[in-house]
């Protein structure tokens, strides 16, 4: 199983960004898909989650500014960041669960696997 993200880079605060996530080796449809972050000195946090049925959740610090969403014919999943804030400087992950029940989906310890990490950096 591998997960490729891409699209991370260095804007400024209030611009936009979006970040996808290539998953392959798994049957994609079958798995929530999940997007974390950490920053320098900090653990991994949730960011957002979107399940086999399309569902979302989202970290309070990220509701009404990211839209994560996914596109099983092509086995990916995307996190559209607007309103970007220099506190949303990490590296962000994406991941995948299929053994996760609802309540543990924005539980870093519930996914199985980890894309490598893409960093995004945001400047005021």
């Known amino acids: 199983v591998q997960l490729q993200a891409s699209g991370g880079g260095s804007v400024q605060a209030a611009e936009s960004l979006t970040l996808s996530c290539v998953a392959s080796?798994?049957?994609?449809?079958?798995?929530?898909m999940g997007w974390f972050r950490q920053a320098p000195g900090k653990e991994r946090e949730f960011v957002a989650t979107?399940?086999?049925?399309?569902?979302?959740i989202y970290a309070d610090s990220v509701k009404g500014r990211f839209t994560i969403s996914r596109e099983n014919a092509k086995n990916t999943v995307y996190l559209r960041m607007n309103t970007l804030k220099p506190e949303d400087t990490a590296v962000y992950y994406c991941?995948?669960?299929?053994?996760?029940?609802?309540?543990?989906?924005?539980?870093?310890?519930?996914?199985?696997?980890w894309g490598q990490g893409t960093q995004v950096t945001v400047s005021s």
């Open positions: 080796g798994l049957t994609f449809n079958r798995y929530v």
């Open positions: 991941a995948a669960t299929q053994r996760a029940i609802y309540s543990e989906y924005t539980n870093r310890n519930a996914y199985e696997y």
């Open positions: 979107i399940s086999r049925g399309f569902g979302t």
